[in-house]
């Protein structure tokens, strides 16, 4: 998902999104442990996209609290 369209999320949406990442690198992490994992940078990427989310998250807290 673009950034953009992240910052445009309801935070009920962003805390979706976020179960949705984890879930998805529990999955890989499951999958490359056994030695299914096809594309190991998969598991990065996704680790990326989680910090993202963490990352609108708190940028939205901070920005309530200041008014």
Do not use: D, Y
Request: positive net charge; without cysteine; hydrophobic residues 35%.
């Amino acid at each position: 998902m673009e950034l953009s369209k992240m910052r445009e999320l309801t935070e009920a949406e962003l805390n979706a999104e976020l179960k949705k990442k984890k879930n998805e690198l529990f999955n890989l992490r499951f999958q490359h442990v056994t030695g299914q994992l096809e594309n190991p940078i998969k598991m990065r990427l996704v680790k990326k996209e989680i910090a993202r989310v963490k990352t609108i998250i708190r940028e939205n807290e901070l920005k309530n609290v200041q008014g």
